[in-house]
């Protein structure tokens, strides 16, 4: 897909942004417009207090690097460092191509949400926040379904706490067979030694009885 850049432009267009739109390139240098832009598409993924206007160099590449790590990476994008520096220095270019990569990204996951989430014929208690379960009615054909759908990011958050749960999960099933096998260890131990006394006092009545029956032949 060749870049476009009147349409990147009505692309930012479509979105309130905080700053005044003029020069693309030192408007976005700090990362404040882009990470406003994001917040819509991942609320929870985007806190603006990490995102405050910044005119040094080295503060804009701060804002750049937690965007890139805490956001962008939900995209399958990781900036290099040399594009970061660009950006945050209002190279002119720079800021288009990466408003490019994100804006296609977008589209195709907007489109394939959309493909996943079925013909939906009405939806019903939308979240304003988007981030509820959500009642639909599905038409399938000449039926119309009952379901439910998660906005993405809470069924990210899900899927990450399932797998904290069995982290954890792997984690207690070693330790109960750690526990297990020093139990073992403990129980065979205990059998040793209780053998050892078996046979101490079975040695001890032997030499009991011996010495009587000497004490005996001597008296005689």
């Not at 900036?79 to 195709?108: C, N, R």
Request: charged share 30%; proline share 4%; glycine share 4%.
């Amino acid at each position: 897909m060749e870049l476009n850049i009147e349409e990147i432009y009505k692309w930012i267009d479509g979105y309130t942004i905080s700053r005044q739109k003029r020069n693309i390139a030192r408007d976005f240098s700090d990362a404040v417009p882009l990470a406003e832009i994001l917040k819509h598409h991942f609320p929870k993924a985007v806190d603006l207090h990490n995102y405050s206007p910044k005119n040094a160099t080295a503060q804009k590449i701060v804002n750049w690097n937690i965007l890139n790590k805490k956001v962008l990476t939900k995209l399958n994008i990781n900036l290099p460092s040399q594009t970061i520096d660009e950006l945050a220095k209002s190279t002119p270019g720079a800021i288009e191509k990466v408003l490019f990569e994100i804006k296609t990204k977008l589209e195709k996951k907007g489109k394939k949400d959309r493909e996943n989430a079925g013909d939906v014929y009405l939806v019903e208690g939308l979240s304003p926040q988007g981030s509820a379960v959500v009642p639909i009615k599905v038409k399938t054909g000449s039926k119309i379904l009952d379901q439910k759908i998660v906005p993405s990011e809470v069924y990210d958050t899900m899927k990450k706490g399932i797998e904290e749960k069995d982290n954890e999960i792997n984690t207690l099933k070693t330790k109960v067979t750690h526990l297990e096998s020093l139990v073992k260890i403990k129980d065979e131990r205990i059998n040793d030694l209780t053998e050892q006394i078996k046979r101490l006092s079975s040695q001890q009545y032997y030499s009991s009885s011996a010495s009587r029956l000497l004490n005996k032949v001597s008296l005689n």
